[in-house]
């Protein structure tokens, strides 16, 4: 008996650190472009191998959990949901990783016009990923106050979008650089754009799986 | 959410143990209805019943057991033209219907209450998860235990007034009556059961009617548990009537009808949406087709047995008025005027006598019933070899004392026993104010009309 219900407190843990890592991976985005920005390289790359330290310990934490979920046969009416769950949010994982990535292989240059407008973007898509780690810790302990976090999920998804077309728009329109830049610039903007974008279809997804387990 | 075989086997452990401890009180109310008074025709009514329930449980039907042995009985009463109570029969097919309303009522309750509680409590979903498990494993428990109590009536009841056992003491620690054993072996068929044909009809319930959730599953199996328990509980009788209030009649219920009830419940409780009519309608309509079908196979196979294997099916129960029992019918305040040509007059059957006595005169039921039980013709002889035979225990010195005067003589009628007893000692006379001591007496009495009796 005893050991029964260690193991089950290691689950409910388990899916914590979880989303502890997708919180947290938000965040390392966050401060590795602003110091990217800055130019503070050095700073940049420890937060790389930050990010690909917390993705690794994520997908642990994910497999451990879909294994425990299948073969100790836990909540098996929603269970499928439960790891749907759990792989959307790893996805987001990743894409901060690759994003943070992406702008170490290809260093674009920005120009300083564009620093505010990059990071107030940043900020909404980490804060729309935020809300729905929240979203998701409600799920699991107090299925009402699910609602309460979703909303925020499509506030901050709506503010990036306006943002990202706000950002895009001025890249077009300076006329120094050349077309290839605005290409990539523009690139950049639309990655981080869809990471909002993603967060919004999870909850999307969640408000479905809430509904099937309210009471 | 639970393995089968767990389920299996806790529900087989305690439908034994529910059986065996408390499986007595509905017993009674069925042995109202009808006594099967030989061996050869309660096996018949037993099988037919069982027949009945068999062929409904191929067509996956949660079918009632109770429904089909009431149904069985019937048949009985009908071929050995006994008379169906009409007063048990009323009270039996009340509690059918009361059965699921009941069930529905307290499910929509407990599952109120049950979400208010998980809803304010903010419970981990791996917690609930766990939990629900274990309230199910629970409730399966206490659920089996009052199916066992209840419904055991339903598989050996018929076969308590002619059960070829006698008391047993296992090591000194408890007695089993023979009752007991009896309940015992028909509780192990229950477990076989169990094993082999049950799963079917687990999943018509389970999934059947409406996709239950887990937390839906535990309230439905809890109301079902606590519907049984009330309408098998002794404990909760006397606890009723110590406090003057009303009892709920020990009657075997259906627990499929129960648990339909409770699902159902719910599904309205949830705008009853979720609820598939076309499967409910199939199962109530099992509810009527089983006791007819019952019915029909016990009439059927009791005149085979009867008249190709030349089996005794039933022990003719006769009538007469004699004088003594005009007497007793008059002071009972009955007038017996018109009556006066029957005297000494034979009735093989109960509804010839019935018959007669409705051509003479207009009856209250109340008013038939002590003419019927009056004229009952009983041959009972009081012998020393008898009286030494009863339990030691069951019948204080006390109440021997007042038996062994009356060694030798013999009676016509069960309740000039009764009355020459009564004369004898207080022990033996009915009390008003203590239904539990007439329960007690009652269960005496039947048991001497039966020891006592002899065949010319």
Known sequence: MGSIF???IGIEKQIDDFLDKVSESGLLFKSGVSAYLKGNIESFEKTIESIVETEHRGDALRRSLEEQLYIQTLIPESRGDVLSLLESMDSLLDRFKGALWRFDIERPEIGDEFHEDFRELINCVVESVEAIVRSSRAFFKDISAVAD???????????????????????FRKEELRLSHRLQLRDFVRHVDKIADRAEDVADKLSIFAIKRSL | MIRFRTAAICCSIFVVLGAVISGAGASHTLGKLGAVNAIAGAFIVAFAAAMSVYLMTLARFPVSTSQAIVGAIIGWNLFSGALTDGSALIKIVTTWVLCPVLAAAIAVILYKLVVFIITRSKIHMF???RMTRYGLLLAGIFGSYALGANNIANVMG???PVSPFSDISVFGWFNLTSAQQLFFIGSLAIAVGVFTYSRRVMMTVGVGIMELSPVAAFVAVWSHSIVLFLFSSQGLESFLMRQGLPTIPLVPVSSSQAIVGAVIGMGLLKGGRGIRWRTVGGITSGWVTTPILAAIMSF???????NVFQQKTYRPVRFALTLEAMDHIREAGVPTEKLADLLDENFPTAVQFKKALSQRIALTPMARNIIMAASEIDEIRVTQSTIAGLNMDWFTPELRKALEPLEGSEFLHKWQL????????????FDQNNRDKNKDLQN?????????RYEK
Not at chain 2, 418 to 424: G, S, T
Not at chain 2, 444 to 452: D, I, M, N, R, V
């Open chain 2, 300 to 306: 059927i196979s009791l005149f085979f047995l009867q």
């Open chain 2, 418 to 429: 009764q009355e020459a007893l009564a004369e004898r000692s207080p022990l033996w006379r």
């Open chain 2, 158 to 160: 018929v076969f308590v």
């Open chain 2, 444 to 452: 005496k009495l039947a048991h001497l009309y039966e020891t006592f």
């Open chain 1, 149 to 171: 976090h979703m909303h925020k999920v499509s506030y901050w998804e709506t503010e990036s979008d306006k943002i990202s077309t706000r950002l895009q728009r001025s890249i």
């Open chain 1, 6 to 8: 260690k193991r089950k």
């Open chain 2, 127 to 129: 917690k609930q998860d």
